[in-house]
Nanobody, 115 residues
Framework: QVRLVESGGGLVQAGGSLRLSCAAI????????MGWHRQAPGKQRELVAA???????NYADSVKGRFTIPRDNAENTIYLQMNSLKPEDTAVYYC?????????WGQGTQVTVSS
């Protein structure tokens, strides 16, 4: 069974950058799509960015132009490159992978953006 292991969260000042990593223990091509959600305190989990196995990208309007989702096929890893961070980006970020109707989640990593 494939597992997803995240890393890279932390504290950053507004305007700064962070890169999150999501390594698939197994192959990322086992998934039809992978991506990132986030959940801020008191709010619902929301989709941030996703990429299909064919390379189709999808971004939330709130992060377009600031976040990208690079993929390293050789390392079975996807990333979330976050630039121009804002305090409202503060949340726990979760990597996910979809296979058929099943969704697999990483453990989550905290991102805090100070003003």
């Amino acid at each position: 069974q494939v597992r997803l292991v995240e890393s890279g969260g932390g504290l950053v000042q507004a305007g700064g950058s962070l890169r999150l990593s999501c390594a698939a223990i197994g192959s990322i091509f086992w998934f039809n799509a992978m991506g990132w959600h986030r959940q801020a305190p008191g709010k619902q989990r929301e989709l941030v960015a996703a990429i299909t196995s064919g390379g189709t990208l999808n971004y939330a309007d709130s992060v377009k132009g600031r976040f990208t989702i690079p993929r390293d096929n050789a390392e079975n890893t996807i990333y979330l490159q976050m630039n121009s961070l804002k305090p409202e980006d503060t949340a726990v970020y979760y990597c996910h992978g979809d296979r058929g109707i099943s969704r697999y989640w990483g453990q989550g990593t905290q991102v805090t953006v100070s003003s």
